[in-house]
């Protein structure tokens, strides 16, 4: 299966910017769907954006469309999130997904299979 491990988390000023990545072994495949969701304490977890990994069309969440930035490294095996004009409502712990059986683009967390353990990013204002 596909291991995902996500980095680049870290505390930032309202207005900065940071980068996330999510390296995974063993390969992707190229008919998968990546994903990047967030998760505050309390809440469900939250859909941000989703790459298709052999085209690199992309989608976002209405709430960072415009800010942030998904794409890919298609020979590293590895997936990005940069976030520009970062807000305190950014705040969260960011997952790396995968969904190996896509249909098209979902929002839906329970349709992706494979998770990374999270990397956190605070914004403070």
């Known amino acids: 299966q596909v291991q995902l491990v996500e980095s680049g988390g870290g505390s930032v000023q309202a207005g900065g910017s940071l980068r996330l990545s999510c390296a995974a072994s063993?390969?992707?495949?190229?008919?998968?769907?990546m994903g990047w969701f967030r998760q505050t304490p309390g809440k469900e977890r939250e859909f941000v954006a989703a790459?298709?990994?052999?085209?690199?069309?992309?989608y976002y969440a209405d709430a960072v469309r415009g800010r942030f930035t998904i794409s890919r490294d298609y020979a590293k095996n590895t997936m990005y999130l940069q976030m520009n004009s970062l807000k305190p409502e950014d705040t969260a712990v960011y997952y790396c997904?995968?969904?190996?059986?896509?249909?098209?683009?979902?929002?839906?967390?329970?349709?992706?299979?494979?998770w990374g353990q999270g990397t956190q990013v605070t914004v403070s204002s």
């Open positions: 790459i298709s990994w052999r085209l690199g069309s992309t």
């Open positions: 997904s995968a969904d190996k059986n896509p249909s098209g683009w979902t929002e839906r967390r329970y349709d992706y299979d494979y």
């Open positions: 063993g390969g992707i495949s190229t008919y998968y769907i």
